[in-house]
Structure formats: structure tokens, C-alpha cells
């Protein structure tokens, strides 16, 4: 039973409809996504295919028709039952830790964060220092100019990720600085340590 949605309309009425689609994107390899913000990850379910068929049942179908399918019926039925009755609900682990892992592989943003920086609650970096970080990971990398985004976006997008703005500094040198991160760099054995 799908609910109707109420939508803004360009005349004064809005619009109520029911939807009548789900969009969904079978891919072997994760697409780029340009501008994935928080919504897009509220709404986003990944659903991983990670069984690999050693061999194919080349009788698969018609074993489903005549041995299985009463098996098949009482699986869907109790599966819309489910349905019907709690919606659903959050998506399994397996499903959220996939989403996990692709916003990592997709967003450029979380990959520097994850190469160049580290959380923590105490840590202050000024906004100029992660702004060239950024910068300059993105040439390092070989970012496509279109890809990068410009250092105002940037703040948008630590923003909504939880690292927030405050003034830093002496009392004759104020400066923004973000919360809850530090920037960091590798050393030639590869472990992670604080640039300052």
C-alpha cells in the first residue's frame, strides 16, 4: 500500500499523488556522484550482491515451479505481511555499512578527510590551513576541475558533517577555525602524524 505525497505545485495549490516509481541503479562499480549531500544519503539504500555462484543451476527455474514455489508463495506473502504491518523499517547492517563504504568511494570530501585529517572533539584547525589542504589534495590527486569544489562548498560540506566554526587565535590575531578535526600528513613508513 503505497501512501499519497503531498508536493508543492507552481500554482498557490500543492499537488497530492501517489508515487509510482522507485528508482534503482544496478551497477558493478559504485557511479560518481557529484554534490552528494546529507540528503542524498538519508534517502540512498545500497544492497550489496557479494555471493558469488560457483556454478549455475541449469535447472534453477523449473525446480522453483514444481518442487519449491509453495516454499517461494509462503516467502513473499510473509515478507508483505512484514511489510504491511511495520513498513521498512531500517535497513539491514549489511545494507548501512555498504552505504558506508560507498559515500567513502564516492564523495572526494570524505576521501581527503579520511587521508588528510582525523577526528577529534578537541582538536581546532584554522579554516585557510583545511581550505589549501584541500586544494592541494585535489591537484595531487588529479581531481578533474569540474569535480573540485570551491573552498565556500567546502564549508558546507565539513558543516554537515559535524565540524563546526568558531574564532581562534590571540586577542590581536583572530582567525576561523574548525572543531572536532586536525589536519594530519604521512611520514615515509606511511603512519599518520599531526602537521603541527
Request: proline share 5%.
Amino acid at each position: 500500500m503505497t501512501r499519497r505525497k503531498r508536493a508543492p505545485s507552481y500554482a498557490r495549490t500543492s499537488v497530492e499523488r501517489r508515487p509510482s516509481f522507485l528508482p534503482v541503479i544496478a551497477t558493478n562499480s559504485a557511479p560518481r556522484i557529484l554534490g552528494a549531500d546529507t540528503a542524498l544519503w538519508r534517502r540512498l539504500v545500497v544492497i550489496p550482491f557479494d555471493a558469488t555462484v560457483a556454478k549455475e543451476d541449469e535447472h534453477l527455474g523449473e525446480r522453483l515451479r514444481t518442487e519449491e514455489s509453495a516454499a517461494v508463495m509462503r516467502w513473499m506473502v510473509d515478507g508483505y505481511n512484514a511489510y504491511a504491518t511495520d513498513g521498512l523499517g531500517t535497513p539491514p547492517a549489511a545494507c548501512l555499512a555498504a552505504a558506508e563504504r560507498m559515500r567513502a568511494d564516492l564523495s572526494l570530501i570524505d576521501q581527503w578527510l579520511a587521508d588528510r585529517t582525523e577526528r577529534d572533539a578537541a582538536a581546532t584547525e584554522p579554516v585557510a590551513d583545511l581550505a589549501d589542504s584541500w586544494h592541494e589534495w585535489c591537484a595531487t590527486n588529479r581531481v578533474p576541475e569540474r569535480e573540485r569544489i570551491s573552498t565556500p562548498a567546502l564549508g558546507k560540506q565539513l558543516t554537515a558533517r559535524g565540524y563546526t566554526v568558531e574564532f581562534g587565535g590571540t586577542r590581536d590575531r583572530r582567525h576561523r577555525v574548525r572543531t572536532g578535526l586536525r589536519l594530519v600528513e604521512h611520514d615515509a613508513a606511511g603512519a599518520l602524524r599531526a602537521v603541527r
